[in-house]
C-alpha cells in the first residue's frame, strides 16, 4: 500500500470515528484570545498536524469543532485554534496576555479562529469516559497478549500505526468502552487491546505516547493498562414527586439525569393493571415532551397517573446500573365549579318565597357565599332568609320569604378553595336576577319543587295575598264610584245651563212685556155695560215689542206674564 494512502486510509478511519462518537455530545466553551506566538505553542502544548492540515487546505473546515472533537478524542480538556487552522490541544493551559482582537472564523463566522499569533482558547465538556492508569506489565509471547487484555481492535490499531495523533490514552480506552469492556491497553505504542479482567503478569515501565509525552502507550513488550470509571446514570425530578394537577390547566414535569455520557432521558407511563411495566406516552395535541421535560397543556381526566422518568446509558457495563427510573404520580386538584337557578316561578311574587339554587362541584375544603349586588349576603343578620344544605353539601339552598320590591337584585353564589394550585382557579363565582311581580288573580298551581318542597305559599302568606286581593278590588270600586259622581254631576249642569238659555230667548211669536209696577191680582175686570163704551187697556210703563203678534193673539201677553210669575223670584217685571 502506498504510504501516502495509508495515512489518508487513517485520516478517514479518525475522522468517522470521531464522528460517531460524539453524535450529540455538549459543544465547546470560548475562554478568550491570548497571545501566542512563535512556531510551538506558549499556551498549549499539543498540535495536531494532521487535523491542522485538514483544515488548512479546507476552508470551510476553518471552525472549532474539528479541532475541539479530535482534542476530546484524545482527552484533552482544552482545545485551540492559532492562525484560522492550526489545531491545539492541552490539558493545562498558560495564561498570557490577553488579545485586543480575534478574528472570527472564515467556515463559521459565530466562531472566533484567532490570528497569526494569537490563540482561541476552548474549554471542552469533562472527558468521557474517565479512566486511570493501572499500571504497565510485561508480556514476552502473543499468548501472554492475549492473557492480559485478550481482545484486540483491529481498526483502531491500524488507524493509529498510521497516524501518530491517535496514540493517546483515551482513544483506546474509548474504543475498549463503545465494545462493552472495562480495561484498554496499549501495546507496541500503538496496538489497542480490551479486556474485562486484568492477569497481572509482572510490572514494568512503559515507554510514553508518540503525542502525549505525558502519557504511557507501552513498547517493545510492555503494554500500558487503563481502567475505565463509569458514573451511571442517575435520575432525578425538578420539583415535587407528587404535583398536583389541575383540571384544564398546564402542567410540566422535568426530569435531570447525571452521569456518564451518553444519557438518554424519556418519560413513560406507568400501567395502570401492572405498577411494575411502563409503557410509552400517547403524545398528541395536549401533550408532548422534548429533552426531559413532559408538558400538559392542559390536564384532563384520562391523564391521571404514574409518570416514570427513566435515564439510560447502555454504554455502562454493569447492566444493572444502565437505567435509573423516578416515578412522579399526578394528584388531581378539580377547581371549583358553580351553577346557580331560580327554583321556583320566574318573576317571583310579591309576598310569596323564591328559592334560589346553588350547584357545587370541585374538591373540599370549600367556602360557600352568597352575594347580593356584589356585596355578601349575612343570611343570619335577616329573618327573611335561610340557607340550606342539601345533597351531600353538593348543592345549597338560599330561600326568600314575604319577597318584596326591595328583594329585586342580582343575587350570586361564589365558591373558594385556596388549596387550588393556580390563584384563578381559587374562586368560581355565578349570578341570576330575581325580579318582582303583583300577584296574580287566579290560584298558583300545586306541585313541588326540585327540591321536593311544596310551591304553595304557607298559611301567613294566603292570608296576606287575600288582604292585598281585597283592597285592590276596594280601591277599583270606588274609583269607579268616583268617575260615576262626576259624569252626573257633569250631565245636570249641562241641563241646567240649557234651561237658563230657553227662559232668555223668548219665541218671535211672544211679545215679552217689561213693567215697572207691581204686580196685580189675577182678578178679572168687571164686564162693562152694553152702552158704555170699553175702555182701552192700561198700557203704562209698558212696551210691547211685537204688535201684530199681540194683534193677532190678544191673550198672549196674559200667557207670558203668568209664566214669568210662575218662575223664580229673580226674574222681575
Not at 447502555?314 to 327554583?343: C, D, E, G, R, Y
Request: hydrophobic share 35%; with cysteine.
Amino acid at each position: 500500500m502506498v504510504p501516502g494512502t495509508q495515512i489518508g486510509f487513517g485520516l478517514v478511519l479518525f475522522m468517522c470515528f470521531t464522528t460517531i462518537v460524539n453524535a450529540g455530545r455538549p459543544g465547546f466553551i470560548i475562554e478568550g484570545c491570548l497571545h501566542d506566538s512563535g512556531n510551538s505553542s506558549q499556551v498549549l502544548s499539543h498540535k495536531l498536524e494532521s487535523i491542522s492540515l485538514l483544515m488548512k487546505t479546507n476552508t470551510s473546515l476553518r471552525q472549532p469543532a474539528p479541532c475541539a472533537e479530535a482534542c476530546l478524542e484524545l482527552g484533552f480538556h482544552h482545545a485551540g485554534l492559532r492562525n484560522s487552522w492550526e489545531c491545539w490541544c492541552g490539558e493545562d493551559v498558560v495564561r498570557t496576555r490577553n488579545a485586543r482582537r480575534c478574528p472570527r472564523c472564515e467556515g463559521d463566522s459565530h466562531h472566533l479562529c484567532g490570528d497569526t499569533d494569537i490563540m482561541a482558547l476552548y474549554d471542552l465538556p469533562e472527558v468521557w469516559p474517565r479512566y486511570r492508569y493501572r499500571g504497565c506489565f510485561r508480556y514476552v509471547t502473543q499468548q501472554q497478549i492475549r492473557l492480559l487484555l485478550p481482545h484486540t481492535q483491529w481498526t483502531m490499531t491500524e488507524a493509529a500505526h498510521w497516524w501518530g495523533d491517535l496514540r493517546q490514552p483515551g482513544v483506546c480506552v474509548k474504543w475498549c468502552v463503545e465494545a462493552g469492556f472495562r480495561y484498554a491497553g496499549w501495546a507496541h505504542n500503538y496496538e489497542c487491546h480490551c479486556g474485562n479482567t486484568l492477569v497481572n503478569t509482572g510490572q514494568t515501565v512503559c515507554d510514553p505516547c508518540f503525542s502525549d509525552r505525558r502519557s504511557k502507550c507501552g513498547g517493545r513488550s510492555q503494554m500500558a493498562v487503563y481502567e475505565v470509571i463509569q458514573a451511571p446514570p442517575k435520575a432525578s425530578i425538578c420539583g415535587s414527586r407528587r404535583p398536583h394537577a389541575v383540571l384544564g390547566y398546564p402542567l410540566s414535569l422535568h426530569c435531570e439525569a447525571t452521569g456518564d455520557y451518553p444519557i438518554k432521558i424519556e418519560w413513560l407511563r406507568v400501567n395502570t393493571s401492572d405498577s411494575k411495566h411502563y409503557i410509552p406516552i400517547e403524545v398528541d395535541s395536549h401533550i408532548f415532551y422534548s429533552e426531559g421535560e413532559l408538558t400538559f397543556s392542559e390536564i384532563r381526566e384520562p391523564d391521571v397517573g404514574s409518570y416514570v422518568c427513566q435515564a439510560t446509558n447502555q454504554k455502562i457495563l454493569s447492566k444493572f446500573q444502565q437505567v435509573s427510573t423516578l416515578k412522579a404520580t399526578l394528584q388531581l386538584q378539580v377547581p371549583p365549579q358553580v351553577n346557580i337557578s331560580q327554583v321556583n316561578d320566574v318573576p317571583a311574587m310579591m309576598g310569596s318565597v323564591a328559592t334560589l339554587r346553588c350547584d357545587i362541584v370541585g374538591d373540599k375544603p370549600m367556602i360557600i357565599r352568597w352575594t347580593k349586588d356584589g356585596e355578601v349576603l349575612d343570611a343570619t343578620a335577616h329573618d327573611r332568609y335561610e340557607v340550606e344544605i342539601m345533597e351531600n353539601q353538593t348543592a345549597k339552598l338560599l330561600h326568600i320569604s314575604g319577597l318584596s320590591m326591595e328583594d329585586n337584585g342580582t343575587y350570586g353564589c361564589q365558591a373558594t378553595n385556596a388549596r387550588i394550585r393556580y390563584k384563578q382557579g381559587q374562586v368560581a363565582e355565578t349570578s341570576v336576577s330575581l325580579l318582582m311581580d303583583l300577584p296574580a288573580l287566579t290560584n298558583p298551581p300545586i306541585g313541588n319543587d326540585i327540591s321536593g318542597n311544596s310551591t304553595l305559599p304557607d298559611g301567613d302568606g294566603g292570608k296576606d295575598n287575600n288582604l292585598m286581593l281585597i283592597i285592590i278590588i276596594l280601591v277599583v270600586v270606588q274609583f269607579i264610584i268616583i268617575i260615576i259622581v262626576i259624569i252626573v254631576v257633569v250631565l245636570a249642569r249641562r241641563r241646567l245651563k240649557k234651561k237658563d238659555s230657553d227662559l232668555y230667548s223668548v219665541p218671535a211669536s211672544r211679545p215679552i212685556y217689561q213693567s215697572t209696577k207691581p204686580k196685580q191680582q189675577d182678578v178679572a175686570p168687571p164686564l162693562p155695560s152694553v152702552s158704555a163704551p170699553v175702555p182701552e187697556p192700561a198700557m203704562a210703563e209698558l212696551t210691547l215689542h211685537d204688535n201684530s203678534a199681540l194683534a193677532s193673539n190678544p191673550g198672549a201677553a196674559d200667557e207670558g206674564l203668568e209664566e214669568l210669575a210662575l218662575g223664580e223670584d229673580r226674574y222681575k217685571f
